[in-house]
C-alpha cells in the first residue's frame, strides 16, 4: 500500500495515550506526528476533545502550524453544543469531517442491553437531529463509526433519517464482526457512505458461546485484513484511512448464543449462515494467543512499526 495515503491513529496508544493508565503522560500530539513522518506516513488522527478539551485556540495553533499535514478529527463524546464549537475551528482549517460514535458497548451483545434501541439509539438519532441543519450549514459530515454497536443496517437507517448531506461512515474493518457482519458485508452495504476507514486486524478465537477479539499487529490477525483491504484498494477509494490497533482488552461477542441473533432481526438465515461459516473457517486458522503482555512504549511501538511494514508490503 502507499504509506502516503494512510494515517496514523491516537487510538493505537492505549498505553501511551493514556487510556488504560490515566497517571502516564499522555503522548503528545507531536511526538504522533514525529511517528508518522519517521514512517513516512500521510499523517494523523486523533480525538480533539480528548486532549484538547475546550481549548479551541490551541487545537486551531496546532492545525495552522501543521497544515501541510493530513489531519483528520475524532470526537470521543458526542455533544452537540461541543462540537458546533470545534467545527467552526475545522473548517477555518479547510477539515470537512470528523467521527463521531454512538456508545462504548462493545460486543455487539445487544440482547445484554436493556431498551438499546429506545435509550441508546433513539437518544443519538435525536441528538443528530439537533444538529443537522449546524452541519447542512457548515457543509460539514460526522462520519459514524460502527464502534461494536451499530451495525451497517442501523448506520443506514440513520444516514436516511437524518442526511446524507451531513452524515457519513467512518468504517472500522475489525469492528464489522462483533454486530454480525463480515467485512464484506459491511462493506457492500455502506461502501458509497464511507469517509474514512480504520484498519483494524484481530485474532480470533472461540470460547463456549462466544468468540474473542485479541489485539493484534495488522497483517497478523486472521479476518483476512489483507484482503479486505485489497477490496479496498480495488474499488479505488479515495478518501483517508488510519492505522488503529485494536483495545488490550479482549472483546467478546457470544454469537453462538441464539439470543445473540434475535437482537438483531435485520439478519436472515442465509446470511447468518454465510457469517457463522466465515467465522468458522477464521478460528480454524487462529494461532496461540498472548494476552499476558504488559502495555508498554516499547510494546506499542514495536506493534505500530511492524504493522507499517506489513501495510507497506501489501499490493
Excluded at 12 to 28: A, P, R
Amino acid at each position: 500500500m502507499d504509506l502516503n495515503k494512510i494515517n496514523l491513529n491516537y487510538y493505537s496508544f492505549g498505553y501511551l495515550g493514556g487510556f488504560i493508565d490515566k497517571f502516564v503522560k499522555k503522548m503528545t500530539l507531536q511526538q504522533l506526528v514525529k511517528l508518522a513522518n519517521n514512517y513516512h506516513l500521510g499523517g494523523i488522527e486523533f480525538p480533539a476533545d480528548y486532549l484538547f478539551k475546550n481549548n479551541y485556540d490551541q487545537l486551531d495553533d496546532f492545525l495552522q502550524v501543521n497544515n501541510k499535514l493530513n489531519v483528520f478529527i475524532s470526537f470521543e463524546a458526542f455533544k452537540p453544543e461541543e462540537i458546533k464549537a470545534f467545527i467552526a475551528i475545522l473548517k477555518k482549517n479547510d477539515i470537512n469531517r470528523a467521527r463521531i460514535k454512538m456508545s462504548n458497548y462493545f460486543g455487539g451483545n445487544r440482547f445484554k442491553i436493556n431498551d438499546f434501541y429506545f435509550i441508546e439509539y433513539e437518544t443519538f438519532v435525536k441528538n443528530l437531529k439537533l444538529i443537522k441543519s449546524y452541519l447542512i450549514d457548515y457543509d460539514f459530515h460526522l462520519l459514524i463509526e460502527n464502534h461494536q454497536d451499530l451495525n451497517s443496517h442501523d448506520i443506514l437507517n440513520i444516514i436516511d433519517t437524518i442526511s446524507e448531506k451531513c452524515i457519513g461512515v467512518n468504517w472500522d474493518i475489525g469492528n464489522s464482526l462483533p454486530t454480525g457482519e463480515t467485512p464484506l458485508q459491511f462493506y457492500k452495504n455502506l461502501k458509497d457512505h464511507i469517509y474514512n476507514i480504520h484498519i483494524k486486524d484481530y485474532q480470533i478465537t472461540k470460547n463456549d458461546d462466544a468468540v474473542e477479539y485479541h489485539r493484534c499487529i495488522i497483517g497478523d490477525g486472521n479476518i483476512g485484513i489483507n484482503s479486505t483491504l485489497n477490496m479496498i484498494l480495488k474499488d479505488n477509494y479515495q478518501y483517508s484511512m488510519s492505522i488503529e490497533l485494536g483495545a488490550y482488552e479482549k472483546r467478546v461477542s457470544y454469537i453462538f448464543n441464539e439470543e445473540y441473533w434475535n437482537s438483531y432481526p435485520c439478519y436472515n438465515d442465509n446470511h447468518k449462515t454465510d457469517y457463522i461459516n466465515f467465522i468458522n473457517s477464521r478460528i480454524k486458522n487462529t494461532e496461540n494467543i498472548n494476552d499476558n503482555e504488559t502495555p508498554s512504549k516499547k510494546l506499542e511501538l514495536f506493534q505500530i512499526e511492524q504493522s507499517i511494514n506489513n501495510l507497506k508490503d501489501l499490493h
